[in-house]
């Protein structure tokens, strides 16, 4: 994973910890910090992991039409 993936990751799992925390689905640490549990960031790295692998996995459709080029001179 790319920097960018770790990142949107993070911000992933914090997101659902937040809504939990609105939601009252969690509780706030005894001092008060809100940072989302590990298995949070752990399971968004695995739900980001198979995002990837499936877009990997995914052929290009060679139906498609071939682009025009961009200058026809004939």
């Given at each position: 994973?790319?920097?960018r ?26 001092e ?18 198979q ?24």
């Open positions: 994973m790319s920097g993936d770790i990142r949107d990751v993070c911000q992933q799992a914090e997101r659902r910890w937040a809504s939990k925390i609105i939601r009252g689905q969690a509780h706030k640490d005894v008060g910090s809100s940072l989302p549990p590990l298995q949070e960031y752990i399971d968004s790295a695995m739900e980001r992991h995002v990837l692998l499936a877009s990997a996995t995914q052929k290009p459709d060679n139906n498609s039409s071939p682009k025009k080029p961009q200058y026809d001179f004939l």
